[in-house]
C-alpha cells in the first residue's frame, strides 16, 4: 500500500484496537468529537493517586483515529494527566513540523509520519489524546476522582 496515511502497520493498530470498550467502573470519562468528519472517540479511566491504572474507549471514527485510540489502549497504564499534555504537545510538534515522534512508550506514533502533511487530519490522531484530557479535567470538578477502591 503506497498511501502514507494508510500503512499496514496504522492499519494492524487500528484492527488490533486495544483498550476497546468500556471500564465496567470508571473513575472518570470523557470524550472528544470532530465535527469536520463525525469522529467521536470515549474514553473511561481508572485512576490511583493520579496515576491511569485502567483505560477503555469507544471509538467510532476513521482508521488514524482508531489506530492513535489503540496506542492509548495499550501504553496510558501508569501515565499522569501531565504526561498525557507532554504527549499531546509532542504529537502537535511532530504533525506540525514532522518532526520526531514522543519517546516511548509513545514512540509508536511514528506510524503516523505521513500525516503531517495532511493538517486536515491531524486531529483524527489528537482526538483520542483530547478524550483523555477531557476526562482528567473531570477530576476537578466535584466527584470526579472516585476515593474509594
Do not use: W
Not at 493520579?50 to 482508531?66: D, K, N
Not at 495532511?118 to 473531570?138: E, I, S, T, Y
Amino acid at each position: 500500500m503506497s498511501d502514507p496515511l494508510y500503512r499496514r502497520e496504522l492499519i494492524r493498530l487500528a484492527a488490533d484496537a486495544h483498550g476497546a470498550g468500556t471500564l465496567p467502573a470508571p473513575d472518570v470519562t470523557g470524550s472528544a468529537f470532530n465535527p469536520a468528519c463525525g469522529d467521536r472517540v470515549s474514553v473511561t479511566l481508572t485512576l490511583s493517586d493520579g496515576r491511569i491504572t485502567g483505560v477503555g474507549h469507544e471509538t467510532r471514527a476513521c482508521v488514524l483515529t482508531q489506530a492513535s485510540a489503540s496506542i492509548l489502549g495499550s501504553a496510558l497504564e501508569g501515565h499522569t494527566r501531565a504526561d498525557v499534555e507532554v504527549l499531546r504537545a509532542a504529537l502537535v510538534r511532530m504533525l506540525a513540523t514532522d518532526g520526531p515522534p514522543p519517546g516511548a512508550p509513545f514512540d509508536v506514533y511514528s506510524v503516523f509520519d505521513g500525516v503531517a502533511g495532511h493538517p486536515a487530519r491531524h486531529r483524527c490522531v489528537l482526538l483520542p489524546v483530547d478524550a483523555v484530557l477531557g476526562a482528567f479535567g473531570k477530576c476537578a470538578e466535584p466527584g470526579g476522582e472516585r476515593s474509594e477502591r
